[in-house]
T-cell receptor, first 114, second 115 residues
Framework: AQSVTQLGSHVSVSEGALVLLRCNYSSSVPPYLFWYVQYPNQGLQLLLKYTTGATLVKGINGFEAEFKKSETSFHLTKPSAHMSDAAEYFCAVSLRSNDYKLSFGAGTTVTVRA | KAGVTQTPRYLIKTRGQQVTLSCSPISGHRSVSWYQQTPGQGLQFLFEYFSETQRNKGNFPGRFSGRQFSNSRSEMNVSTLELGDSALYLC??????????????FGPGTRLTVL
């Protein structure tokens, strides 16, 4: 079975500071990995995804994530936080063996301080 | 191109009632998936419909059901509502179905409150 763990349910950063959101997965085979963002009263929007190939993935809004197989991690980073980054972020995995159903982490709420 | 739309956006029901939620996918998308989002359980997969057939189902009781019409619009129904059914119900559409290369586009959700 696959599972996703997001370390830290809340993260507070200063505007301009590094944003680092942690995601670890457990799976017997490397899954497909995703990061989604949810703004208040909105649905989820895909930030980026890792399928195969380059382990450093660049997404929208300046976010990127690195797949590290040895650490079973897929942490999300942004070098400089902006006020508009305040939202909830979800890491998700899917596996062919699970019909590619998305399994989500519990989410991390990001607050950006002026 | 219009995004995924869900109606209604907000709904208040009482225990024991039933409810129907609607989702219109992006034009041309044939797959619709439904998710339940609660503070306690997070985001959980309910089911996926593709070409009017349920192709995948999550671990929810039979009170939760759905269907898809020939125009790919989908409805989900919850019968005999319980307090624990209060949640944000999200619908997502994709071109061909749940596959790693088919990005799922999410609607804004329907906020269901059960009193």
């Amino acid at each position: 079975a696959q599972s996703v763990t997001q370390l830290g349910s809340h993260v507070s950063v200063s505007e301009g500071a590094l944003v680092l959101l942690r995601c670890n997965y457990s799976s017997s085979v490397p899954p497909y990995l995703f990061w989604y963002v949810q703004y208040p009263n909105q649905g989820l929007q895909l930030l980026l995804k890792y399928t195969t190939g380059a382990t450093l993935v660049k997404g929208i809004n300046g976010f990127e994530a690195e797949f590290k197989k040895s650490e079973t991690s897929f942490h999300l980073t942004k070098p400089s936080a902006h006020m508009s980054d305040a939202a909830e972020y979800f890491c998700a995995v899917s596996l062919r063996s699970n019909d590619y159903k998305l399994s989500f982490g519990a989410g991390t709420t990001v607050t950006v301080r002026a | 191109k219009a995004g995924v739309t869900q109606t209604p956006r907000y709904l208040i029901k009482t225990r024991g009632q039933q409810v129907t939620l609607s989702c219109s996918p992006i034009s041309g998308h044939r797959s619709v998936s439904w998710y339940q989002q609660t503070p306690g359980q997070g985001l959980q997969f309910l089911f996926e419909y593709f070409s009017e057939t349920q192709r995948n189902k999550g671990n929810f009781p039979g009170r939760f059901s759905g269907r898809q019409f020939s125009n790919s619009r989908s409805e989900m129904n919850v019968s005999t509502l319980e307090l624990g059914d209060s949640a944000l119900y999200l619908c997502a559409s994709s071109l061909e179905g749940a596959h790693w290369y088919n990005e799922q586009f999410f609607g804004p959700g329907t906020r269901l409150t059960v009193l």
